[in-house]
């Protein structure tokens, strides 16, 4: 599978974004999808994700009431809409897939077999 995100950019305090990750190759509906932040000096941390089919989604206490993930299997890509922005969620942004197993909500890297390229997102004050 082949990721790439899209949608980064700059963006003031209080306002949305809304994240792409566009995949190809391997059938996209077999894979549960995640989203992943990293910010300078810091390690890469879990953001959302969800199930194959869509049916079930995870958040980051950070992000939860805040951002939405969502997917389109017919177009075989996964969004996150990111409102009320601050500015500690300023980080570069990764999608990956990955197949989550029974009981997996999908929050740990070593569930993801494919990454994307990331995109920056820059929350200004």
């Known amino acids: 599978v082949q990721l790439q995100a899209s949608g980064g950019g700059l963006v003031q305090a209080g306002g949305s974004l809304r994240l792409s990750c566009a995949a190809s190759?391997?059938?996209?509906?077999?894979?549960?999808m995640g989203w992943f932040r990293q910010a300078p000096g810091k390690e890469r941390e879990f953001v959302a994700s969800i199930t194959w089919s869509g049916g079930s989604a995870y958040y980051a206490d950070l992000v939860q009431g805040r951002f939405t993930i969502s997917r389109d299997n017919a177009n075989n890509t996964v969004y996150l809409q990111m409102n009320s922005l601050k500015p500690e969620d300023t980080a570069v942004y990764y999608c990956?897939?990955?197949?989550?197993?029974?009981?997996?909500?999908?929050?740990?890297?070593?569930?993801?077999?494919?990454w994307g390229q990331g995109t920056q997102v820059t929350v200004s004050s």
């Open positions: 190759g391997r059938t996209f509906t077999y894979y549960g």
């Open positions: 990956a897939a990955g197949t989550f197993y029974a009981g997996s909500s999908g929050k740990f890297e070593y569930e993801y077999a494919y």
